[in-house]
């Protein structure tokens, strides 16, 4: 339950911290990025401001304005990036090896266990929080009842375990998937509002007149991108870390239950 609140806490703070800060940088940067024609390379250079404009622009201004000319689609990215940023950090911070497998603790119980000393084993079980502990207790707590109960037990606490992990990553999958495709709704409809002006100013239109409909499609459509290809690695690598620490998890507990259940130790190792 304690780690639950620390991650909603974490993944809230990361939220609140990303929209505020956004909402204050696009504020103070978008008052001095007046709205132009320019190309969209032109937007892109901060070192080429609109026509009129006697002072170059700076990095924010120049992203703010590209932003703005985005529409309202980049609203829902800028959104959906924020959430992809607080479960990426969220999971580097508690899919670790020493939350999952920590190295040696295997061998330490093992060594306790040989020994008879159950209780301490119980004692430095009970002080990690680990999901190799928690498999750890159940082979203790059901070493009466044979070695395929303890270990299909000990089975299902792992898999419950590596199933909440996968679980938690899923929203930057759903960030890489969504993302595209809002994406390319702001290329729909800046392509509607450009051809719409093709038809509304026949013979007379020009390419000036519909640009500023094609930027926002191209737009959009890089900034759908620029989302989803960071978060679907992300995705990515986490479930191959999961995948990792599951099969180290597994090998250290088939080597546990051979150990303890199907070559038993010699010594006075039940209490």
């Not at 519909?210 to 900034?223: C, H, N, Q, V, Y």
Request: without cysteine; proline residues 5%.
């Amino acid at each position: 339950m304690k780690s639950f609140e620390m991650r909603l806490r974490l993944k809230v703070f990361v939220l609140a911290a990303g929209l505020v800060g956004l909402g204050f940088w696009t504020r103070g940067n978008a008052q001095d990025a007046p709205p132009g024609n320019e190309t969209l390379s032109d937007a892109l250079s901060p070192e080429s401001g609109a026509a009129g404009e006697t002072e170059p622009l700076t990095q924010g201004q120049a992203l703010v304005r590209l932003l703005v000319r985005g529409g309202w689609t980049m609203a829902f990215l800028l959104a959906a990036s924020i959430v992809a940023l607080a479960h990426a950090i969220e999971r580097a911070v508690n899919l670790r090896r020493s939350r999952l497998v920590p190295p040696g603790l295997a061998a330490e119980a093992d060594a306790l266990y040989r020994q008879g000393e159950i209780e301490a084993l119980r004692r430095r079980l009970a002080g990690d929080r680990s999901t190799l502990a928690r498999v750890v207790e159940a082979l203790i707590e059901y070493r009466d009842s044979g070695p395929e109960r303890a270990g299909d037990i000990a089975g299902d606490i792992a898999a419950r375990s590596l199933r909440r992990h996968n679980q938690r990553a899923y929203p930057l999958a759903v960030v890489a998937t969504l993302s595209p495709l809002l994406g390319l709704m702001g290329t729909v409809i800046g392509m509607i509002g450009a051809f719409g002006k093709v038809e509304a100013m026949g013979e007379l239109a020009n390419a000036a007149a519909f640009g500023g409909d094609i930027s926002k499609a191209l737009i959009t459509t890089a900034a759908g991108l620029v989302v989803a290809i960071p978060s679907l690695a992300l995705y990515h690598y986490f479930r191959s870390r999961i995948s990792l620490y599951g099969v180290l998890m597994e090998e250290q507990a088939s080597e546990l239950v051979n150990r303890w259940f199907i070559k038993p130790p010699a010594g006075p190792a039940q209490p």
